[in-house]
């Protein structure tokens, strides 16, 4: 069974931080490309951070750049998304995915292309 989990959302303060985790189980995360994305209410899902396979090259969009860090865990089943300086805007549902062997940082940030596998979200409110 494969299973692929987000977890780590909840309610922020504008300017405060939040840890969001994505565990696998039944895979590995460790020669995939992986991804970070997220939808606001009545818009479309955006990929907002990802991390290649191997050589350990990040994306980040403009709107996240310099307050959000994507990294691997210890664990290789882990991958986590570093969110500070929180703004209302990044209110959202967020998402965790695996892209498909040998998918590329770029492709697998492109919420168009295809993935291996999608959690099923955590709830990210900011607000004062």
């Known amino acids: 069974q494969v299973q692929l989990v987000e977890s780590g959302g909840g309610l922020a303060q504008p300017g405060g931080s939040l840890r969001l985790s994505c565990a696998a189980s039944g895979f590995t995360l460790e020669n995939r490309a992986i991804g970070w994305f997220r939808q606001a209410p009545g818009k479309e899902r955006d990929g907002i951070s990802c991390i290649s396979a191997r050589d350990g090259i990040r994306y980040y969009a403009d709107s996240v750049k310099g307050r959000f860090t994507i990294s691997r865990g210890d664990a290789k089943n882990t991958v986590y998304l570093q969110m500070n300086s929180l703004k209302s805007e990044d209110t959202a549902v967020y998402y965790c995915?695996?892209?498909?062997?040998?998918?590329?940082?770029?492709?697998?940030?492109?919420?168009?292309?295809?993935?291996?596998?999608w959690g099923q979200g955590t709830q990210v409110t900011v607000s004062s």
């Open positions: 995915a695996v892209g498909l062997s040998s998918t590329t940082v770029r492709n697998m940030c492109d919420s168009g292309r295809p993935k291996t596998y």
